[in-house]
């Protein structure tokens, strides 16, 4: 049983008018995404998809994505991201997922997944560096549904708590101090994000910082097949 991470796959059965195919490289990303998937990830392995899972924009046109994402070979932890407009009460997501039988899906909000002797953890994190009141305020929310996730899965007697998030908390010359506070409180060794594509690469931090190593796993850098994690 192994772990494995992807982040950003854009998915649009639900809205057909949102194609990736206008962007460069995203040409039949679906494919390449159920190919890429399904050619390294096995029936008893676990992938985090750490956010913009969709481009719908209600928990109704978001069915079609999640039922191709349940499609898919193994068992799926998704969060949140910039741009998961359906994503809604962990009580809904649930209803829909048990109604529709998408047997294979979670929901990373405010909680943890146990996954061999590791704590899924994670949250969509925020933008890095703002002043901005709103800013300020969804910061500081997403560093203590962060801490509420580290903790719940700390509670679960694990060996290493990984952690996902959405927006990277160290990109460039930027950084989100109130995320990286809560990940050297609880020292947490390993996080991966997403949220940057491809033609932003060159300004993606990927390496060790702090003690922690940060990592990237947008779907169009790792050419859509999800990155082994554990």
Same mark, same amino acid.
């Given at each position: 049983m192994a772990l494995f991470a992807i982040a950003d796959t854009h998915l649009s059965f639900g809205t057909p008018d949102k194609r990736m195919s206008v962007f /460069? *490289?995203?040409? &039949?990303?679906?494919?390449?995404?159920?190919?890429?998937? &399904?050619?390294?990830? *096995?029936?008893d392995d676990t992938v985090v998809i750490a956010g913009d899972v969709s481009w719908a924009q209600t928990l109704t046109e978001a069915t079609?994505?999640? $039922?191709?994402? #349940? =499609?898919? &070979?193994? =068992? /799926?932890?998704?969060? $949140? *991201? &910039?741009? #998961?407009?359906?994503?809604?009460?962990?009580? /809904?997501? $649930? $209803?829909? +997922? #048990?109604e529709q039988g998408l047997h294979s899906i979670e929901f990373l909000h405010n909680n943890a997944y146990k996954v061999g002797n590791a704590a899924v953890c994670g949250t969509r994190g925020w933008l890095n560096e703002s002043d901005a009141p709103i800013d300020t305020k969804m910061t500081l929310r997403?560093?203590? +549904?962060? @801490? +509420? =996730?580290?903790q719940a899965g700390l509670a679960q007697g694990v060996g290493e708590v990984v952690v996902f998030l959405h927006y990277p908390p160290v990109y460039a010359y930027e950084e989100n101090a109130a995320i990286? @506070?809560?990940?050297r409180k609880y020292a947490v060794r390993r996080v991966f994000a997403g949220h940057i594509h491809l033609s932003g690469m060159p300004s993606a931090f990927k390496g060790e910082r702090y003690g922690i190593c940060f990592d990237m796993i947008t779907a169009d850098s790792l050419k859509f097949v999800p990155q082994k994690v554990l």
């Open positions: /460069k *490289g995203w040409d &039949n990303h679906a494919e390449r995404l159920h190919a890429g998937w &399904n050619g390294a990830v *096995g029936v079609a994505d999640l $039922r191709f994402i #349940d =499609s898919l &070979n193994g =068992s /799926k932890i998704i969060l $949140r *991201g &910039n741009h #998961d407009y359906w994503w809604t009460t962990l009580t /809904k997501m $649930r $209803r829909l +997922r #048990d997403e560093a203590a +549904r962060l @801490e +509420r =996730s580290i990286l @506070e809560v990940l």
